[in-house]
T-cell receptor, first 113, second 112 residues
Framework: NAGVTQTPKFQVLKTGQSMTLQCAQD?????MSWYRQDPGMGLRLIHYSVGAGITDQGEVPNGYNVSRSTTEDFPLRLLSAAPSQTSVYFC????????????FGNGTRLTVT | KQEVTQIPAALSVPEGENLVLNCSFT??????LQWFRQDPGKGLTSLLL?????REQTSGRLNASLDKSSGRSTLYIAASQPGDSATYLC???????????FGKGTRLHILP
């Protein structure tokens, strides 16, 4: 059981480049989300989805796009990378409702120069 | 806007002591509260989940409590060990929009 799989593990971008961080889960979870983690800031919610075809903004959505065409996949797109987007990005998933724990991927460390 | 606060930000205690980590939240309209552990450079591992209708959950040496009306939760760690050294984060799942909001964590160091 793979759980939540994120790729790539590491990425270096130049300012202005675009890229997509991939996230896939094999647990048939309706809920998927993206967080960024910066020193001293904890985890901040970027975007989330409660099911295929549905996405919503989190706390820090600017500069990021998402789509949810399937239950399994929830890619995060950086349209024009900026140094302020240097961070560790985590994808997480769960069933909806009150009794479902959140499962995390291993993270993607992104550096924008 | 939901705000989740964890106090203290860092804590060092000798091995063997019992300790309490605190988490508070401003909006009590939640489905659940979760406690996570994060080791340096790693992802997050779920430790305990307390549903809004529950008062506490236990797993081994860990006990988490929830007082929803006052917006507080505690994580009690009994007989601490050096392997408990990690960052502990709490998160609340809001019932109006399903957002899961995290606190900034408590960095715990158990001294051998």
């Amino acid at each position: 059981n793979a759980g939540v799989t994120q790729t790539p593990k590491f990425q270096v971008l130049k300012t202005g480049q675009s890229m997509t961080l991939q996230c896939a889960q094999d647990m048939n979870h309706e809920y998927m989300s993206w967080y960024r983690q910066d020193p001293g800031m904890g985890l901040r919610l970027i975007h989330y989805s409660v099911g295929a075809g549905i996405t919503d903004q989190g706390e820090v959505p600017n500069g990021y796009n998402v789509s949810r065409s399937t239950t399994e996949d929830f890619p995060l797109r950086l349209l024009s990378a900026a140094p302020s987007q240097t961070s560790v990005y985590f994808c997480a998933s769960s069933y909806r409702g009150g009794n479902s724990p959140l499962h995390f991927g291993n993270g993607t460390r992104l550096t924008v120069t | 806007k939901q705000e989740v606060t964890q106090i203290p930000a860092a804590l060092s205690v000798p091995e063997g002591e019992n300790l309490v980590l605190n988490c508070s939240f401003t909006d009590s309209a939640i489905y659940n509260l979760q406690w996570f552990r994060q080791d340096p450079g790693k992802g997050l591992t779920s430790l305990l989940l307390i549903q809004s209708s529950q008062r506490e959950q236990t797993s081994g040496r860990l006990n988490a409590s929830l007082d929803k009306s006052s917006g507080r939760s505690t994580l009690y760690i009994a007989a601490s060990q050096p392997g408990d050294s990690a960052t502990y984060l709490c998160a609340v799942r809001q019932d109006r929009d399903d957002k899961i909001i995290f606190g900034k964590g408590t960095r715990l160091h158990i001294l051998p």
